[in-house]
């Protein structure tokens, strides 16, 4: 595609519920960030993968989020038992080794 | 990854330059300062990188003092469209995670 994709755009959820964000990074991009960005602050790192792999993950807040890239391409950020200190807006970048990263528009979390 | 430090904003004037200051001055030497910019409700957008020499693109130009330990965005003539929120990061190429700061919030004015 031209460019990173996530969807949803938007998602509302009851405090308990759990969710699944979608991330299509560029065709070709071997690295995939999240990130999440609380309204006022700048983005901080959840988790890393390189291709498949998820290298890094230390940016995950709690055993409720869980991320996955199985064949490579397109990623999962699941979140399960939501609350309210969820919300947020979670970002998805992907980029070939070394280069620039190209970010999503992101998805809006509100935990209600 | 280097610490930065941003203004928290700045305003500056349609058609002047926008000088935006950036002190790194952890930064080690196989990390580059990287600018992205972010506008409301989009993903952040890159803008610009460099190591130790001035670079200049279609968006921008970054200068970097010669002992590395700040640098300067300039956008050379602001329009409207250029405000956003501003980020300034020190990054080895390839590093698994990329470390926002609260970044500075510009303010372009008519």
């Known amino acids: 595609g031209a460019g990173v994709s996530q969807s949803p755009r938007y998602k509302v959820a009851k405090r308990g519920q759990d969710v699944a964000l979608r991330c299509d990074p560029i065709s070709g991009h071997v690295s995939l960030f999240w990130y999440q960005q609380a309204l006022g602050q700048g983005p901080e790192f959840l988790t890393y993968f390189q291709n498949e792999a998820q290298l890094d993950k230390s940016g995950l807040p709690s055993d409720r989020f869980f991320a996955e890239r199985p064949e490579g391409s397109v990623s999962t950020l699941k979140i399960q038992r939501t609350q309210q200190e969820d919300s947020a807006v979670y970002l998805c970048a992907s980029r070939r080794d070394g280069e620039k990263l190209f970010f999503g528009s992101g998805t809006q979390l509100s935990v209600l | 990854d280097a610490k930065t430090t941003q203004p928290t904003s700045m305003d500056c004037a349609e058609g002047r330059a926008a000088n935006l200051p950036c002190n790194h001055s952890?930064?080690?030497?196989?990390?580059?300062v990287y600018w992205y910019r972010q506008i409301h409700s989009q993903g952040p957008q890159y803008i610009i990188h460099g190591l130790k020499n001035n670079e200049t693109n279609e968006m921008a130009s970054l200068i970097i003092t010669e002992d590395r330990k700040s640098s300067t965005l300039i956008l050379p003539h602001a329009t409207l469209r250029d405000t956003a929120v501003y980020y300034c990061i020190g990054e080895i190429q390839g590093a698994q995670k990329l470390v926002f700061g609260q970044g500075t919030r510009l303010t372009i004015n008519p």
């Open positions: 952890t930064i080690s030497g196989n990390e580059y």
